[in-house]
């Protein structure tokens, strides 16, 4: 039956006690389970003080829209709300991949039964839109047939957390102007209320939190919204994964526009080629620097041509590894340098390996020799100070790190020198732009992280200052007492060992952070500990895209959001956000980050099915390849990117195939819509 309009006598006269049980236990059973709050992105903390002022944004939909809309539903103001719920549900299943959708609504002006309904509904991508709108119409009516049940008493029940500054059970509403009481609605605390009004036009309008949305993200969803109702319009047989919320030109933009990062780079150079230039342009310089020792750059050069010949004597070439066991000092970028200039490949292992790991990672690469500090050091000192002739190119390796093996096994990533040296170049223009700094060497070999402390600097004419933690105390503080260096790369883990700290008269200029999400308060509470006089970076990148592959410079006025976000991408690398099926996702909606361009590494050491797997064809530029992260994110309404965690964490992303086909087998058999029907 058509959602009625208006309400009855019989409605409205004074329920007998079973009939509030019957009410009450069909909300249990409809409200029964595992409940998450439907919510949008906060652009804003949000503050435990009750919202008690909303903005508002209006807009109307396009002529031909409406006109079809009102057509499709015979002029039924019903089920165009239905419609319209169902266009809002569609809106934030694309936007948080969350299948179970929970809103509120409220009932009419002439009742003064329970003012406020939950309507829960299960979203899969491929049920129809008709199929959506048609359980989306049997929710409302059964809501309306129920509402005698006391909203209240209900969260009671549910044992649902009840939050002084916040609604209980839902943060969005969606109602219908002059018929909804909507009166009610304006003194609530939820987030954000759609309304629906319908007169000679058909006009939308969003009252927000304006503590908690910036009117950019609000402009955003008014448009997706107008898009999906534009696309029911058309046709309701097309699925919820088919439907597009990009139209064409912002899709170029997303694709195209914002990966237009080409940049020149040394790309005919290996990155030990850069660094004999370096060592030309700046042989005195101080190089390295180790508690009382320090090298110049010829110095370190001289011993890295010493172990290269020594290397060399021993079979070392392109396409052999050499394993690096090594505390941090001097001999370690002596080590680093020496391998590459034979021409081999690094695989550096840490000391703080487990004996089962390093067994493994040894057995993997075949590593014919381990560079220790048991290593003959005395008879690689009798060796020729000239360097041996160089035969790796730039697509030879120059190194192999494993991942942590956190999702499953350790797996060697191969980095090229061409890969290695596109990220340094970029490296040392986003971080160094021609001043002297110190660079702290702290963290693993055996991390990615780290080779941005390395190379940076010594393409540079840089020093790096090499700490060894020893003791009690952490290398991050030593670092930070020490105050010798400008650039510090780190996670914000180790940020958080700073915020209370006094460091205005530190000599850092640069944080460069990595490897973790990234949240703005301790960002906040950093930069207040430099007094502001620090810049904050946030740097991302796998592994597989050789230590990083974009940056955001935060921002505290601009960045007011949850996390700080993980912006645009580096020189020569291409990042796309997609769905499922590969296809770009618009502004807000959560999809898997893929990566392209120079960045990418080689694949994966001796895992050629895995590499298959993981490094795919690039459709939108065919013949090169992209990186499949596993990484979901969200398109920022400024046009940055906000990395939102894995995708194999996140229990909301997995669609229920299950609950797909009992509700297509539900809504196959359930004809057409009497009165109103749907074509």
Known sequence: MPVRTCRTEEDLQ??????????????????????????????????????????????????????????????????????????????????????????????????SMNRLLALRTRVVPNLTLKQLLLDIKETLAEAYAHQKASFERLIELLDVEHQPHRMPLFDLMVVLEHTDNTDYVKGLKNDLTVSLTVKDEITGSIDYNADLFKRERIEVLARHLHQILRSASESLDQTIAQLELLSESRRNELVVDYNNTARDYPKDKTIVELFAEQVEQTPVHIA????????????????????????????????????????????????????????GYYVPFDTAHSRSRLDFMIADTTVPLVITQDTDWPAIARESRTAPIGEATPDDLAYVIFTSGSTGEPKGVEITHRSLVNYIWWAKEQYVRG??????????????????????????????????????????????KDNRVGVLKLTPGDLVLMKTRDNSSSRIQRLIVGGEQFEIELANQVLRSFNGSVEIINEYGPTEATAGCMLHRFNPEEDTQAFVPVGKPAANAQIYVLDDDLNPVAENVLGEMYLAGDCLARGYHKRPTLTAEKFINNPFTPGQRMYRTGDLARWLPQGIIEYSGRKDNAAQYRTSERAARIYARKCGIAGTVEAATVS
């Not at 172990?307 to 970028?333: D, F, Q």
């Open 435 to 480: 001043e002297t700094l110190a660079f702290a060497l702290y963290s693993s070999l055996a991390l990615d992280f780290t080779v941005t402390s390395i190379f940076t600097p010594l393409i540079t004419g840089n020093r790096i200052v090499i700490y060894r933690k020893d003791g009690d105390s952490s290398a991050i503080e030593e670092i930070l």
């Open 288 to 343: 390295l620097e180790f508690q009382n020792e320090s090298l110049t750059y010829r110095e370190i050069n001289q011993r890295a041509n010493q172990l290269a010949n020594w290397l060399r004597a021993r079979g070392i070439k392109p396409g052999v590894p050499v394993g690096i066991y090594l505390e941090h000092s001097p001999e370690t970028i002596v080590a680093l340098l020496g391998v590459l200039k034979a021409g």
């Open 14 to 111: 004074i329920p007998r006690m079973n009939d509030f049980e019957q009410d009450q236990n069909y909300w249990l059973e409809k409200l029964a389970g595992d409940l998450v709050v439907t919510s949008l992105t906060l652009d804003h903390h949000r503050s435990v003080r009750p919202i008690t002022y909303k903005e508002r944004f209006t807009f109307t939909l396009d002529t031909e829209t409406a006109a079809r809309l009102k057509r499709i539903s015979n002029n039924d103001e019903s089920l165009l709300f239905v419609t319209f719920i169902m266009a809002f549900n569609v809106c934030l299943f694309k936007y948080t991949r969350n299948e179970d959708i929970i809103i509120g609504t409220t009932t009419y002006y002439s009742t």
